[in-house]
């Protein structure tokens, strides 16, 4: 896709596959909008943790699942120059996790899972269409459930 032409009033756009009454989304980058996104990762991942100390302590036949690593797949345009301070992407699984290995990389284009219908659509999008991924972290906790005696 490319701006072909444009004025004060219009944006054209031309590219293959492009036609009249197709969505357009633009992306603004926002550390602010960024953090409160990591706030909902740090949630879910808490909430692994939860769930592993219930199912552990009521010892009633619910195996609980152990987290012994994680992998962390971050836009190379976020970090420390893009939040002003470090370890900001790795804090939510640091913190849920104290002392468990995780490993990650910045990268140039995030690895997501594809867009089906499974997952949900961008709002307005077309079902060929998918949600953009841009200044995204990927996180990835590995974990395993222990085999018990009746196994």
């Known amino acids: 896709m490319f701006l072909d032409r444009g004025d004060e009033e219009y944006l054209y756009v ?7 009454g197709d969505f357009f ?11 409160a996104s990591l706030t909902k990762v740090h949630d879910a991942l808490k909430n692994i943790t939860r769930e592993t100390k219930s199912k552990s302590s009521k010892g009633d ?3 609980a699942a152990n987290v012994f690593g994680g992998l962390i797949f971050a836009c190379y345009g976020r970090g420390e120059s893009f939040f002003g301070r470090h370890n900001v ?5 640091l ?3 104290p002392g468990v290995p995780v490993s990650g990389i910045f990268c140039g284009g995030e690895m997501v899972r594809p867009c ?15 949600c953009l991924h841009v ?9 395993y459930t222990p085999l018990s005696v009746e196994d």
């Open 61 to 63: 036949g619910d195996k």
């Open 89 to 93: 992407d790795s804090s939510p699984f």
């Open 14 to 20: 031309d590219g293959i596959g492009i036609k009249t």
């Open 95 to 97: 913190e849920n996790f």
């Open 135 to 143: 200044y995204s972290t990927v996180y990835l906790a590995m974990s």
């Open 116 to 130: 089906t219908t499974v997952i949900g659509q961008c709002e307005g999008a077309s079902p060929v269409s998918c």
């Open 25 to 35: 989304q633009f992306y603004y980058s926002d550390p602010n909008t960024a953090l």
